[in-house]
């Protein structure tokens, strides 16, 4: 159906539909308020398909066999990708200050560092950590590894690619980690030392898919669960929770709290920041 302007009008009960498949898939979950931005940015997804209306659309999710595969592109679309280097500083002098000296203490016999950007969009917070384990001095022959895992495959292969405009460097201290990219073409391209230790792979959240297998000791988990309803969340949090390795850190995006959502962690403050941790398995025992 079209409206007097050109592009289709998204009925009410298609909405519903439509966000149900994107909260089951994904657990994105969109208020009735944004029903106007699945309407202005699945709308040239129809042409794409040769579909006239969102109903046509909502059944070729459900019933066509390139179903799933529009679901994932259509959740791109709708996502938010925002990132940049070294983003809430607060919190990253925190890490580098108090939780870099403790991993190197508590980690000290293996010499061996896993560490995940859980929707890390274009890869700025991955390097940016693998960035700062180098840049600390703390680890020289250790085995250092910074996973970057999302949903959005146009961002991973960005990620991949290391590329990027002065814009992504836009915090002070994003600045002066130029000095591990090199000015190619007018773009800052990721240089070889942080390469090495950054690896992208595409992972859902909601079902734990594609998040890497062994024990990881820090997750950066930021400005992702803000776009889950509860239940969602809960879920996510079980699934980090199960990655990390006992005593491991979590860190959250600022406007993301575990309050009401998980009681598997516990909380530290380090100066004004809350930052959460995985119980050890002795702590609490007789
Ligand atoms: C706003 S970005 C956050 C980037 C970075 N963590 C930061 O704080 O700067 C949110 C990212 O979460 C990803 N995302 C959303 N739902 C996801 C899911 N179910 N599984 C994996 N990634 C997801 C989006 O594709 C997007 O790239």
Known sequence: MHGSRSRPVLPEATFRLLRESFHDRFGLWFGDDLRFLLELRLGPRLALHGLHDFGAYQRFLRLDPRGPSELFDAAEVLTTNETYFY??????????????????????????????????????????????????????GWELEVHGVDLSRRCLARALAGAYGEHAFRSAEGQALRHWFHLEEGRWVVGDALRRMVHFGAANLLDGEGLPRAPIDVIFCRNVLLYFDPPA??????????????????????????????????????????????????????
């Open 233 to 286: 969340r809960r879920q996510v949090l079980r699934h980090l929770h199960a990655r990390l390795g006992e005593g491991g850190w979590l860190l959250l995006g600022h406007a993301e709290s575990l309050l009401q959502l998980s009681a598997d962690f516990e909380s530290v403050h380090l100066e004004r920041e809350l930052i959460f941790r995985k119980p050890r398995a002795s702590a609490g025992a007789p």
């Open 87 to 140: 983003r809430e500083p607060e919190q990253l002098r925190v890490f580098e200050r108090d939780i870099l000296p403790a991993l190197e203490r508590d980690r000290g016999g293996p010499r061996r560092l896993r560490l995940l950007s859980a929707g890390c969009a274009t890869g700025e917070e991955a390097y940016t950590l693998a960035a700062l384990l180098l840049g600390s001095g703390r680890f020289e």
